[in-house]
Nanobody, 124 residues
């Protein structure tokens, strides 16, 4: 099992920045991808960014150039730095992990472990 705990959400004005953190514990050595997802009220959960153990990253088009995902050397912390925030970035943000191999898509169906979420609110 892998346990994930997010922190760092909050309220910010448009154009501002936030850094989300995700602390992973348990059998983290077997995880292959870590990711951030978000879900706004009335909308489906969408992938924001993911990172492999080797450090390869991938981003949703809506956040490219504004968000950066990273991890620590121990692979027990994952971060999401969010710059130039927009009101449409408002959502609950979730950290997720998977042990699946291969070229998996940034889809919630590919992730088995989830944190409880942290709220990000961007006002105009």
């Amino acid at each position: 099992q892998v346990q994930l705990v997010e922190s760092g959400g909050g309220s910010v004005q448009a154009g501002g920045s936030l850094r989300l953190s995700c602390a992973a514990s348990g059998y983290t050595s077997s995880t292959t991808f870590m990711a951030w997802f978000r879900q706004a009220p009335g909308k489906e959960r969408e992938g924001v960014a993911d990172i492999t153990r080797a450090g390869m990253t991938r981003y949703a088009d809506s956040v490219k150039g504004r968000f950066t995902i990273s991890q620590d050397n121990a692979k027990t912390m994952v971060y999401l730095v969010m710059n130039s925030l927009k009101p449409e970035d408002t959502a609950m943000y979730y950290c997720a992990a998977t042990k699946r191999y291969g070229l998996i898509s940034l889809s919630s169906s590919n992730y088995d472990y989830w944190g409880q979420g942290t709220q990000v609110t961007v006002s105009s």
